[in-house]
């Protein structure tokens, strides 16, 4: 009884924790006022430098100052990002955007590193609990004043009780 | 000296071929015991040798072509291409490694210079280094024959000989890339070495663990060489390329980060296999991968693959590279599939939440992010296959993918010391993680108060909210080491009275692996840091005319004039800016652009001022067409010099981990392998 009322200290505790921090992070948390930075980060130079557009600053480069200029006149007429982006890729093609999409076969690039993490995190743990649950039954020999005094030492002498 | 080059690339390839015939035929009549009219020792001796004489062929080749370079002999292709007779010494040197031919035969003559070794010191274990040096015979065989055939670096020029060459790409022209291309070269090929070690083992049914004994030395010395590689082209990328980044996961970077992923699970995942005879199929597999990735890398570099800024040498052969990967896939799934009862495991993981187990997890996420790396690489290629429609996957891709799954390995870089083998106890586990919890609490409330907040102008930041995130692991992670060490330094200082920075000294001495281990964990912790402090940048632009002035952080940058210089090699002008703070001159930075005269391409040259908190950093963008003025942009990017720290403390511990300890483990190494190994003490305490 005393160990489930300890458990389930530490889970409200937890609870408690995390709520508080959702708190936390939210404080101040209004629209966003620098659209500006947030978009030419999400698409690229297509100077074909391989660069973000808001940090692409290579000598010469003719393409990021259009880019820049027309995003800016996008934001100050108006247009939401979903409407700038879409100007953009109809200009340039999706090799402007610096991510894909999440609609169509872009969403496979999204989803498979998260498929494949779950997946693998899942097998893991499956097969541990397996062999854990398979393994032979190990029967701890009784407590004896000689295995009692080697456990001393070895506590005394690692520190710890058991790591490496 | 062309045609000397020439002919000595043919020889190798020749020498080569033998060892790699030689030595399958008389390492197949000692498996079979079949008569033979000669002896297959004196056979695969002669293979040995066949090898060594292939190194002094390839050494020839690689001086060839380095004279050609000083000579300015501009009849070859290669150095007319890459050379001219203004560029300065150190960097026709580089010459070598900068067009797709010379680096193919660095990459030839290194993997000659690492068998040279092997096969010097074979008498460690004749008949394993046998197998080895056959295996690299046959990677060597390839290579050569790429050089000989597909990329010839010693083609002769068509049509008239020019009186001066190209020049060396101006992005090479810094002097990092004097040591930066070998050094990864020597992190790629070294990995060769472990894969024909334990490629070689497994044919051979080697028994026992003592290859992945010598197979981990080798690969720590590669891991260490390949770890120095990224991290000067982090360096280079960031005081050449002038955007005010180090990293921009473009193909090539990602290329050379994946075997390193590989080859640190490995080194990780080694130690199952040593200590509990566990992981030998992962293992096996794992340096089978990371060898593949080291081709993958250099097809990525060399054949045009995907775009990069890296694309500085590209050509057709890629195929060669698919079908000598294609080569060793089949050749290793058909040797493990052969003799996979060889690889049975001695003991199987008994609990989730045990030393084992973190290994386990450690070794996933290592392969999850290299998985991860892989897959947004070579994303574009297979949606452009698929769909017909080619994307850009960049940073804000695996900002979003990566960093999360790179937080989770430094939070179990932290977790996996403090848990014990076999299994844990909930004792256990409240003792050891007591203060690595406070630290992360505390550095949580720290950073919240100091204005590390996960929101920006309002809005939720991602940045800022993973720049938080690793501060408060990275304050966890220290603090579980650091316990460790006091921990174990505390006992020492308590049983031989010695003050605890002696103990600390003994600590590490008596099992330099473990305590070594923990060292570059300290180091990568500090690069994780210097990583985050990039949420935070901020940077201005301005046109600066003469005495004009920018303010960005707690500097003021005025401008004190814009003159012009010129040398054979390139003109050049530069902006003159003195830098204030709080009202006084502090120092003068001078910003570069330069136009190299060869290839007539222009190259920035950014002026960066390192303190502890930050970096100033200056870029000369050239005038603005429209009104002539000059136009500067200065970024502060905080923590920078955290990541050059880290690096060093890696490198540190790396030679660490590679000295012997003082503790009889090492003695195991000495032991002959016909002689099984003696068995390891109870509690030999470490890894």
Same mark, same amino acid.
């Given at each position: 009884?005393?160990?489930?009322?300890?458990?389930?200290?530490?889970?409200?505790?937890?609870?408690?924790?995390?709520?508080?921090?959702?708190?936390?992070?939210?404080?101040?948390?209004?629209?966003?006022?620098?659209?500006?930075?947030?978009?030419?980060?999400?698409?690229?130079?297509?100077?074909?430098?391989?660069?973000?557009?808001?940090?692409?600053?290579?000598?010469?480069?003719?393409?990021?100052?259009?880019?820049?200029?027309?995003?800016?006149?996008?934001?100050?007429?108006?247009?939401?990002?979903?409407?700038?982006?879409?100007?953009?890729?109809?200009?340039?093609?999706?090799?402007?955007?610096?991510?894909?999409?999440?609609?169509?076969?872009?969403?496979?690039?999204?989803?498979?590193?998260?498929?494949?993490?779950?997946?693998?995190?899942?097998?893991?743990?499956?097969?541990?609990?397996?062999?854990?649950?398979?393994?032979?039954?190990?029967?701890?020999?009784?407590?004896?004043?000689?295995?009692?005094?080697?456990?001393?030492?070895?506590?005394?002498?690692?520190?710890?009780?058991?790591?490496? | 000296?062309?045609?000397?080059?020439?002919?000595?690339?043919?020889?190798?390839?020749?020498?080569?071929?033998?060892?790699?015939?030689?030595?399958?035929?008389?390492?197949?009549?000692?498996?079979?015991?079949?008569?033979?009219?000669?002896?297959?020792?004196?056979?695969?001796?002669?293979?040995?040798?066949?090898?060594?004489?292939?190194?002094?062929?390839?050494?020839?080749?690689?001086?060839?072509?380095?004279?050609?370079?000083?000579?300015?002999?501009?009849?070859?292709?290669?150095?007319?291409?890459?050379?001219?007779?203004?560029?300065?010494?150190?960097?026709?040197?580089?010459?070598?490694?900068?067009?797709?031919?010379?680096?193919?035969?660095?990459?030839?003559?290194?993997?000659?210079?690492?068998?040279?070794?092997?096969?010097?010191?074979?008498?460690?274990?004749?008949?394993?280094?046998?197998?080895?040096?056959?295996?690299?015979?046959?990677?060597?065989?390839?290579?050569?024959?790429?050089?000989?055939?597909?990329?010839?670096?010693?083609?002769?020029?068509?049509?008239?000989? =020019?009186?001066?060459?190209?020049?060396?790409?101006?992005?090479?022209?810094?002097?990092?890339?004097?040591?930066?291309?070998?050094?990864?070269?020597?992190?790629?090929?070294?990995?060769?070495?472990?894969?024909?070690?334990?490629?070689?083992?497994?044919?051979?049914?080697? @028994?026992?663990?003592?290859?992945?004994?010598?197979?981990?030395?080798?690969?720590?010395?590669?891991?260490?060489?390949?770890?120095?590689?990224?991290?000067?082209?982090?360096?280079?990328?960031?005081?050449?390329?002038?955007?005010?980044?180090?990293?921009?996961?473009?193909?090539?970077?990602?290329?050379?980060?994946?075997?390193?992923?590989?080859?640190?699970?490995?080194?990780?995942?080694?130690?199952? +296999?040593?200590?509990?005879?566990?992981?030998?199929?992962?293992?096996?597999?794992?340096?089978?991968?990371?060898?593949?990735?080291?081709?993958?890398?250099?097809?990525?570099?060399?054949?045009?693959?995907?775009?990069?800024?890296?694309?500085?040498?590209?050509?057709?052969?890629?195929?060669?590279?698919?079908?000598?990967?294609?080569?060793?896939?089949?050749?290793?799934?058909?040797?493990?599939?052969?003799?996979?009862?060889?690889?049975?495991?001695?003991?199987?993981?008994?609990?989730?939440?045990?030393?084992?187990?973190?290994?386990?997890?450690?070794?996933?996420?290592?392969?999850?992010?290299?998985?991860?790396?892989?897959?947004?690489?070579?994303?574009?290629?297979?949606?452009?296959?698929?769909?017909?429609?080619?994307?850009?996957?960049?940073?804000?891709?695996?900002?979003?993918?990566?960093?999360?799954?790179?937080?989770?390995?430094?939070?179990?870089?932290?977790?996996?010391?403090?848990?014990?083998?076999?299994?844990?106890?909930?004792?256990?586990?409240?003792?050891?993680?007591?203060? =690595?919890?406070?630290?992360?609490?505390?550095?949580?409330?720290?950073?919240?108060?100091?204005?590390?907040?996960?929101?920006?102008?309002?809005?939720?930041?991602?940045?800022?909210?993973?720049?938080?995130?690793?501060?408060?692991?990275?304050?966890?992670?220290?603090?579980?080491?650091?316990?460790?060490?006091?921990?174990?330094?505390?006992?020492?200082?308590?049983?031989?009275?010695?003050?605890?920075?002696?103990?600390?000294?003994?600590?590490?001495?008596?099992?330099?692996?473990?305590?070594?281990?923990?060292?570059?964990?300290?180091?990568?912790?500090?690069?994780?840091?210097?990583?985050?402090?990039?949420?935070?940048?901020?940077?201005?632009?301005?046109?600066?005319?003469?005495?004009?002035?920018?303010?960005?952080?707690?500097?003021?940058?005025?401008?004190?004039?814009?003159?012009?210089?010129?040398?054979?090699?390139?003109?050049?002008?530069?902006?003159?800016?003195?830098?204030?703070?709080?009202?006084?001159?502090?120092? +003068?930075?001078?910003?570069?652009?330069?136009?190299?005269?060869?290839?007539?391409?222009?190259?920035?040259?950014?002026?960066?001022?390192?303190?502890?908190?930050?970096?100033?950093?200056?870029?000369?963008?050239?005038?603005? @067409?429209?009104?002539?003025?000059?136009?500067?942009?200065?970024?502060?990017?905080?923590?920078?010099?955290?990541?050059?720290?880290?690096?060093?403390?890696?490198?540190?511990?790396?030679?660490?981990?590679?000295?012997?300890?003082?503790?009889?483990?090492?003695?195991?190494?000495?032991?002959?392998?016909?002689? =099984?190994?003696?068995?390891?003490?109870?509690?030999?305490?470490?890894?």
């Amino acid at each position: 009884m005393g160990t489930r009322l300890r458990f389930t200290f530490w889970v409200k505790s937890a609870q408690a924790l995390a709520l508080a921090l959702a708190v936390c992070f939210s404080l101040g948390a209004t629209d966003a006022s620098s659209r500006y930075n947030n978009l030419n980060h999400r698409l690229m130079c297509t100077c074909g430098c391989a660069e973000i557009l808001g940090e692409c600053n290579h000598v010469g480069c003719t393409s990021s100052a259009g880019e820049l200029a027309e995003l800016r006149a996008g934001i100050a007429g108006g247009k939401s990002d979903k409407e700038i982006l879409a100007s953009f890729v109809d200009k340039y093609g999706a090799v402007v955007l610096a991510a894909p999409t999440t609609h169509g076969f872009d969403l496979v690039a999204w989803i498979a590193p998260f498929a494949v993490f779950g997946a693998a995190l899942m097998g893991t743990i499956l097969l541990i609990r397996h062999w854990s649950l398979g393994k032979t039954q190990f029967t701890p020999e009784p407590p004896s004043p000689e295995m009692d005094a080697l456990h001393d030492k070895i506590r005394r002498e690692t520190g710890s009780d058991g790591g490496f | 000296m062309a045609t000397f080059g020439s002919f000595a690339l043919l020889i190798a390839l020749a020498l080569a071929a033998y060892n790699l015939l030689a030595g399958a035929i008389a390492l197949r009549l000692l498996a079979t015991g079949q008569p033979a009219p000669i002896s297959p020792e004196r056979l695969a001796d002669t293979a040995r040798r066949a090898g060594i004489a292939g190194f002094v062929a390839i050494t020839a080749a690689a001086f060839a072509l380095v004279w050609l370079v000083f000579t300015n002999d501009f009849s070859i292709t290669y150095i007319m291409e890459h050379s001219n007779r203004a560029l300065p010494g150190p960097y026709k040197f580089a010459a070598l490694w900068s067009g797709q031919e010379g680096s193919l035969l660095l990459w030839a003559w290194l993997l000659g210079t690492y068998g040279f070794v092997l096969r010097l010191t074979h008498k460690y274990d004749v008949r394993l280094y046998a197998y080895a040096g056959t295996i690299l015979a046959a990677v060597q065989v390839f290579f050569l024959a790429v050089v000989n055939f597909a990329a010839p670096p010693f083609a002769l020029m068509k049509g008239a000989i =020019p009186d001066d060459g190209n020049g060396l790409n101006p992005l090479l022209q810094y002097p990092e890339m004097v040591i930066h291309p070998p050094l990864l070269y020597l992190g790629y090929v070294g990995f060769t070495v472990p894969f024909a070690f334990a490629l070689g083992a497994l044919m051979m049914r080697y @028994p026992g663990e003592k290859w992945i004994k010598i197979t981990r030395l080798w690969t720590m010395v590669t891991w260490l060489f390949l770890t120095m590689g990224i991290f000067l082209g982090m360096h280079w990328a960031y005081a050449v390329l002038g955007w005010g980044g180090y990293w921009g996961w473009d193909p090539v970077e990602n290329a050379s980060f994946m075997p390193w992923l590989t080859g640190t699970a490995f080194l990780h995942s080694v130690m199952m +296999q040593e200590k509990k005879g566990m992981m030998k199929s992962w293992n096996v597999w794992l340096i089978f991968a990371t060898f593949l990735l080291t081709l993958l890398g250099t097809l990525l570099t060399r054949a045009g693959l995907v775009s990069s800024v890296h694309a500085f040498a590209q050509s057709s052969i890629g195929t060669w590279f698919v079908v000598f990967m294609g080569v060793v896939l089949a050749v290793c799934l058909f040797t493990y599939i052969l003799q996979r009862s060889h690889l049975k495991v001695d003991n199987h993981l008994e609990s989730l939440v045990s030393r084992e187990s973190s290994f386990l997890f450690n070794n996933l996420v290592l392969l999850v992010a290299c998985f991860v790396i892989l897959w947004g690489t070579l994303f574009p290629v297979l949606s452009e296959f698929v769909v017909g429609n080619k994307v850009t996957v960049g940073a804000p891709f695996y900002n979003r993918v990566a960093v999360p799954i790179g937080l989770f390995l430094l939070f179990l870089t932290g977790v996996g010391p403090l848990l014990p083998w076999r299994a844990t106890s909930l004792r256990s586990i409240r003792r050891n993680f007591v203060v =690595p919890t406070i630290a992360v609490w505390a550095t949580v409330i720290v950073c919240l108060a100091v204005g590390v907040r996960p929101w920006h102008d309002g809005a939720f930041d991602s940045g800022n909210f993973y720049a938080l995130v690793a501060f408060a692991v990275s304050a966890g992670v220290m603090a579980a080491i650091l316990s460790e060490f006091l921990r174990g330094a505390g006992v020492i200082s308590r049983q031989t009275g010695r003050n605890l920075f002696a103990a600390t000294w003994l600590l590490t001495r008596r099992n330099t692996r473990r305590y070594g281990g923990y060292i570059i964990h300290i180091g990568v912790v500090i690069v994780v840091i210097g990583l985050a402090g990039a949420a935070f940048n901020r940077s201005e632009e301005k046109e600066l005319g003469l005495h004009d002035k920018l303010a960005i952080g707690p500097y003021t940058l005025e401008c004190i004039g814009f003159t012009q210089d010129s040398n054979l090699n390139y003109n050049s002008e530069y902006a003159m800016l003195d830098v204030y703070k709080d009202g006084k001159k502090q120092f +003068q930075m001078t910003p570069e652009k330069r136009v190299y005269l060869a290839s007539q391409q222009p190259q920035t040259m950014v002026a960066i001022h390192s303190v502890l908190s930050w970096d100033l950093y200056v870029v000369y963008e050239g005038a603005n @067409p429209d009104t002539g003025q000059p136009i500067i942009k200065a970024i502060i990017n905080p923590l920078v010099s955290w990541l050059w720290a880290g690096v060093a403390i890696i490198v540190f511990g790396t030679f660490v981990a590679l000295v012997p300890s003082l503790t009889p483990a090492t003695a195991a190494l000495r032991v002959p392998a016909t002689r =099984p190994a003696p068995s390891e003490p109870a509690f030999k305490g470490g890894l």
